[in-house]
């Protein structure tokens, strides 16, 4: 099994946990590779030395027995998404950043966590992603695993055609529209009014952004249909945003959104539920009464 590993520079990287998790892969003789990123912070905050040969640039390299592990807050594992060469590989997400709704580990344990990650003791759940394609200036990957949003650029109001297997659904006229799997429900989605799911339910969302209509709500969607998206924009700028990429969009464009066949692995080391997360990272629920 090999371990890889993945940080972006911009995390706050706290030199003890990063001295703890070194010193276990070595201690438990566990191979890894790293990114250039990451193996530039590791070398300048603890002083060592990482082979070149262990070093990975823009995608990593692993079978499907090897486990990537993160280091930051949701956004870094959401970069790290895109980078899996494996759909079969686990990914664990180390939080050391604010929210770290998708990262699970809170990093104060790593020791332990490497240990049950050479055990192959840790549970996990299988997450759908949204595949895109269409009209789009440089896509570089058709995967997101939140959401994906149409939004303006500039001051005036956009138009969305939306349609559901050929069926239109309706019309948005407002800021934009996202289109979100339940994992990303918790997401952009929620900051828009959208519903929130359980990450294992079979449906895709759509959210309206400040639409200019009284009536428009969110509506849950199946995830075995294709949704199709015509962009009417009147000479406004218009930006893509797929989880942490975005991508320019022109008058006209149409976008072809459906269920990916590929999923994530996504560990969940102190089988958390979804429930708990809600209430401990969303205060869901919490009474400032009590």
Known sequence: ??????????????????????????????????????????????????????????????????????????????????????????????????????????????????????????????????????????????LALNEIALHRGGASMISIETFVDDKRVATYHGDGLVVSTPTGSTAYSLSAGGPVVDPMCNCLILSPLAPHNLTMRPVVVPNNITIRLHLLSRGSEVMLSADNRTYRLQDGATIIVRRAERQLKLATPHNNTFYDALREKMMWGVDSRQ
């Not at 706050?12 to 070194?22: D, G, K, T, V, Y």
């Not at 930051?72 to 050391?96: F, H, K, M, R, Y």
């Not at 104060?108 to 269409?134: K, V």
């Open 1 to 142: 099994m090999n371990i890889i590993l993945f940080s972006r520079k911009q995390v706050n990287h706290r030199p003890e946990q990063l001295r703890e998790l070194f010193a276990t892969l070595a201690r438990l003789g566990i191979d890894y590779s790293i990114n250039e990123d990451f193996a530039s912070v590791v070398k300048q905050l603890i002083d060592l030395d990482i082979a070149p040969e262990r070093v990975y640039g823009a995608r990593a390299v692993g079978s499907d027995d090897d486990v990537m592990v993160t280091y930051g807050g949701d956004g870094t594992l959401l970069d790290a998404v895109q980078l899996l060469p494996s759909s079969e590989i686990l990914v664990v997400g180390i939080n050391c950043g604010r929210l770290g709704y998708l990262t699970a580990d809170n990093g104060d344990g790593i020791a332990d966590l490497i240990e049950r990650i050479a055990r192959g003791d840790i549970a996990y759940q299988r997450r759908d992603m949204i595949h895109i394609e269409g009209d789009i200036d440089g896509l570089d990957s058709p």
